[in-house]
C-alpha cells in the first residue's frame, strides 16, 4: 500500500551525514529558505507519529485536512486540489534501460528532469507515485534547479524523503546565477524539448532565451540556416555537435569518473557552486571535476558523507579541479 | 597544487597504416597525455634488449591434457629464460640486473582470461620467488590487476608459499564495471575523444604512477577481437589505465594508436621493465576472454624480454598461424562481411565472425612510438626447449 507523501522543494539548501532532525535543530523552513521541501501526506493525521518518527518536520496535506494536523507540532501546509492540479508532473528520476533504442555511445540513457526545470525555473512540479528508494535522488534532483516540487513518496521511503530534506536544508543557501556556455532559443518547436533534454544529459551549460544574445558565441535557434530544425532529430548527434563547437577545453564544467552525473553549475564570478546528481543508484568514488574560473578552494558536502575539502585540486590559470572521494545521490561544491 | 605537466599533442595521421582493403581504420584521435613524470635515463620499454626475445618451450609445462602445471618445470623454464636473456650464469644474477632490494615491484597479472588462461599462478610464484631472493621484502611487491572480482577467482594468495606472506594482492576497482575511479592517479592520464564519450579521460592507476619503482608484466598468448592479439603492450597500457573500453564501439577500434599512446606514457614506459609473455596455454578466438575450452591451445612456451613490441609482433603470427590452422579467419581480416557487432554470440559460436574489426597494426604503432621493433627481420629470436 502506498502512501502519498508529497515534499515540496526549494533551493539553497545543506548537507551533513544524514541523521534525522533533532528536537532541539531548528532547520529552516519552507518560507525561509524561499521556496522550499514541504512533505504533503494523505495518510491523515492518524499516523502523526509515523510521521515524526521519519524525521519529518515540515509537510504539505490536502487543504481539507490543516486543521486536524495544526496540533501535530509540526509545520504544516495545505494544498488545495486546483493547486496540486497546476503542478507540472515530472519523470521518476533513475538510470533507465532502453536496450530497444540505438544510442550513439555507450552512455547509459538516464530518466532526469533538468531540463524541465531550467526550462520552467519558477514552475511547479510534481513526482508523482515515486516508488520506493528514487525520493531522495527527487529530492536532490529539485533542490539542485532550485525548483519547488512535490514528491509522491513510497511509504517506506518517507525516512529516507525526510532525511534527504533535513540535509538538503542544512546546506547554506546561495542563490546565484546560471553559468551557460550558450544559449537556445526556445521556439516551441516539438523537437527542442528533447534537444534540451540531451544537452543537460549531456552536461552542456545553456541558457533558455527568447532570442539569440550577443555575448554568447553559440546561440542555437532551431530551423535557421545554421540549426535546421531536421539536425535536431538525432538529439543526441544534435548535443554532439554542439558540444565540438563549444570545445571540451572551453566548457565551464566537465565531469570525469562517471558517465551517469548530471552536473549543474551556478556563480557569480567571485563564487561558484556546482551541483552533481548521481542517478547510477550506487556510490560514485573518484569522480574529478574541472571548472573554468578564478577559483582558489572548493567546500565539498556530499550527501551522507558530510562536509570536507576536495581531493587532489589543482588550480592553474582559469582552471579548477577536484576530486570528490566518495558521494551518493548528491553533493555539492561551493567554490571560491 | 602546482605541478609540471608535459602535454603532448598526437594529430593526423601518419602513423596509419596502409590498408590493402576492407573497412579503413579509423582516422587516430587527437590525443593530450598529461603527466609530470619524466623517462628514465633508459626506459624500461624496451630497455636494454631492444629486439630481443627468448623462447622457452617445454611439453612437459602441462599435463598431456593442458589442464595441469607442472611447477618444477616452470622454475626451470624461468631460470633457463632469464639467463638467456641477461646471458648471466646465475639466476640470481639475471633478475638483479632489473632489480635491487630497495625496489617496489608490480607484477602486472592478466585475469581477465579466467579460468584457463591467465598469467599462471606457477610463473607469478617464480617472480615472487626470485625478487626475494634479491633481498625484496614481500611487502614491497604487489601482484596487480584492474579488476577485484576477476583477481577474486584466480586467488593469487593462495600460492604464495608461507615466505611470501605480506605480498599485496592489489585490484584498482571491484569489477569491470566503472564502480570507481578512486585508485586512478588524477594526474596522470591521456585525454581523447573517441565516440563522443562524456568522460574523455583515462587515467592511470595510482600504485603504478606514485609507488611502484619497477614492473614485470605478465601477459597470456590471446586473440582479441578489438586488437587482434593482446599480449605485452595491451596487458600493461589497458591494464595501467581507467576507461578504457571507450575505444572500441560498434565494429570500430581505436586501439590501433590507443595500445601504444598509453604505454608510452611515463611512468609506466620507463617502469615496466621485463616481460614474461604466459604461453603455456593460449586463446585462438573470442578472447581475451576463455570461460571454456573451445578456444584455448596449448603453445606451453613461456617468452622473455624487455620489448614488448618484439614479443607481440611474434604473438601476432602464432595467433594467426593457429587461427589458419583452425580454419577461421586472420586477425588481419578486414572484410565487413565478418562483422556482426552486436553478436557477441555468434562470434563465440563462429571463429570467422568478427564483432570489431580488428587492430593488430597497433603492434607496429607502438613500435614507431619508440616502444620497441616490430619489424620481424630485425627481431632476434633465440628458442629454447627443455
Keep these: ?336 | 597544487m602546482e605541478r609540471r605537466t608535459f602535454v603532448k599533442l598526437l594529430s593526423s595521421t601518419p602513423l596509419a597504416p596502409a590498408l590493402a582493403s576492407g573497412a579503413e581504420a579509423a582516422e587516430i584521435p587527437r590525443y593530450r597525455t598529461v603527466t609530470s613524470h619524466r623517462p628514465a635515463v633508459v626506459p624500461g620499454m624496451p630497455g636494454p634488449y631492444p629486439g630481443t626475445v627468448i623462447s622457452v618451450k617445454s611439453a612437459r609445462s602441462l599435463s598431456p591434457d593442458g589442464l595441469k602445471v607442472d611447477g618444477e618445470v616452470v622454475r626451470e623454464m624461468m631460470e633457463r629464460g632469464m639467463r638467456s636473456l641477461t646471458g648471466a650464469n646465475r639466476t640470481v644474477d639475471a633478475w638483479k640486473q632489473f632489480f635491487n632490494r630497495d625496489d617496489v615491484v608490480g607484477i602486472k597479472v592478466n585475469a581477465g582470461g579466467r579460468p584457463w588462461v591467465v598469467s599462471t599462478p606457477e610463473i607469478v610464484v617464480e617472480c615472487v620467488r626470485n625478487l626475494m631472493a634479491i633481498g625484496i621484502r614481500p611487502e614491497q611487491i604487489y601482484i596487480f590487476e584492474r579488476f577485484e572480482d576477476q583477481m577474486d577467482e584466480i586467488n593469487y594468495a593462495q600460492y604464495l608459499p608461507p615466505a611470501a606472506a605480506g605480498v599485496n594482492i592489489f585490484s584498482a576497482e571491484r569489477a569491470n564495471q566503472r564502480y570507481s575511479n578512486a585508485n586512478y592517479d588524477p594526474s596522470v592520464y591521456v585525454e581523447a575523444d573517441f565516440f563522443g564519450e562524456d568522460d574523455t579521460r583515462s587515467n592511470m592507476i595510482t600504485l603504478i604512477s606514485r609507488k611502484l619503482t619497477k614492473i614485470i608484466n605478465i601477459p597470456n598468448m590471446k586473440d582479441h577481437g578489438a586488437t587482434g592479439v593482446t599480449g605485452c603492450l595491451k596487458n600493461i597500457a589497458y591494464g595501467g589505465f581507467s576507461n578504457v573500453a571507450r575505444t572500441h564501439y560498434r565494429g570500430t577500434s581505436h586501439t590501433l594508436s590507443f595500445v601504444g599512446t598509453l604505454a608510452a606514457v611515463e611512468p609506466i614506459r620507463s617502469r615496466t621493465v621485463l616481460q614474461i609473455m604466459d604461453g603455456l596455454r593460449g586463446v585462438w578466438h573470442a578472447g581475451p576472454f576463455a570461460s571454456t575450452l573451445k578456444y584455448v591451445f596449448f603453445p606451453r612456451t613461456i617468452m622473455f624480454g624487455t620489448d614488448p613490441v618484439a614479443i607481440d609482433r611474434l604473438l601476432i603470427d602464432i595467433i594467426d598461424e593457429e587461427r589458419k590452422r583452425q580454419g577461421a579467419i586472420s586477425i588481419w581480416d578486414r572484410n565487413e562481411k565478418t562483422l556482426d557487432f552486436m553478436n557477441g554470440k555468434k562470434r563465440d559460436d563462429d571463429p570467422n565472425v568478427n564483432i570489431i574489426i580488428r587492430e593488430p597494426g597497433h603492434v607496429e604503432f607502438a613500435a614507431k612510438l619508440g616502444l620497441g621493433v616490430a619489424d620481424i627481420t630485425k627481431i632476434s629470436l633465440r628458442e629454447i626447449e627443455l
Excluded at chain 1, 534537444?195 to 535557421?224: F, Q
Design chain 1, 1 to 336: 500500500m502506498r502512501w502519498g507523501i508529497i515534499l515540496l522543494l526549494l533551493s539553497g539548501l545543506s548537507i551533513l551525514p544524514g541523521a534525522k532532525a533533532g528536537l532541539n535543530e531548528t532547520l529552516p523552513t519552507s518560507v525561509e529558505t524561499g521556496g522550499g521541501p514541504l512533505i504533503y501526506w494523505t495518510g491523515g493525521v492518524s499516523t502523526v507519529e509515523e510521521v515524526r518518527k521519519a524525521g519529518v518536520v515540515e509537510l504539505a496535506v490536502p487543504a481539507a485536512e490543516v486543521a486536524a494536523w495544526q496540533k501535530s507540532g509540526l509545520r504544516i501546509h495545505g494544498v488545495g486540489e486546483t493547486d496540486l492540479a497546476n503542478h507540472r508532473p515530472v519523470a521518476v528520476p533513475k538510470l533507465a534501460g532502453r536496450g530497444n533504442v540505438a544510442s550513439a555511445t555507450r552512455r547509459p540513457w538516464i530518466d532526469a528532469n533538468g531540463w524541465v526545470f531550467t526550462k520552467y525555473p519558477a514552475g511547479k512540479f510534481i513526482y508523482d507515485e515515486l516508488p520506493a528508494g528514487k525520493s531522495g535522488l527527487a529530492a536532490a534532483e529539485a533542490y539542485a534547479y532550485g525548483v519547488n516540487a512535490l514528491l509522491k513518496v513510497a511509504r517506506e521511503d518517507l525516512e529516507m524523503a525526510a532525511r534527504t530534506i533535513n540535509d538538503l536544508r542544512r546546506l547554506p543557501v546561495a542563490r546565484l546565477p546560471i553559468v551557460a556556455d550558450f544559449t537556445v532559443v526556445d521556439n516551441n518547436s516539438p523537437q527542442i524539448d528533447e534537444v534540451l533534454n540531451l544537452l543537460t544529459r549531456r552536461n552542456l551549460l545553456y541558457r533558455i532565451v527568447p532570442a539569440p544574445v550577443a555575448s554568447y558565441p553559440i546561440n542555437i535557434r532551431l530551423g535557421t540556416k545554421e540549426y535546421p530544425e531536421a539536425d535536431a532529430a538525432d538529439p543526441s548527434a544534435f548535443a554532439q555537435t554542439i558540444r565540438v563547437k563549444i570545445g571540451d577545453e572551453n566548457r565551464s564544467l566537465r565531469v570525469y569518473g562517471s558517465e551517469i552525473i548530471i552536473a549543474r553549475l551556478t556563480g557569480d564570478g567571485a563564487r561558484g557552486r556546482v551541483h552533481l546528481l548521481n542517478y547510477s543508484g550506487r556510490q560514485a568514488e573518484g569522480l574529478r571535476i574541472r571548472v573554468r574560473g578564478n577559483y582558489r578552494s572548493g567546500t565539498l558536502a556530499a550527501l551522507g558523507f558530510g562536509k570536507e575539502n576536495l581531493e587532489e585540486t589543482l588550480v592553474t590559470k582559469g582552471v579548477y579541479e577536484g576530486t570528490i572521494p566518495k558521494m551518493g545521490t548528491y553533493a555539492v561544491i561551493d567554490l571560491r
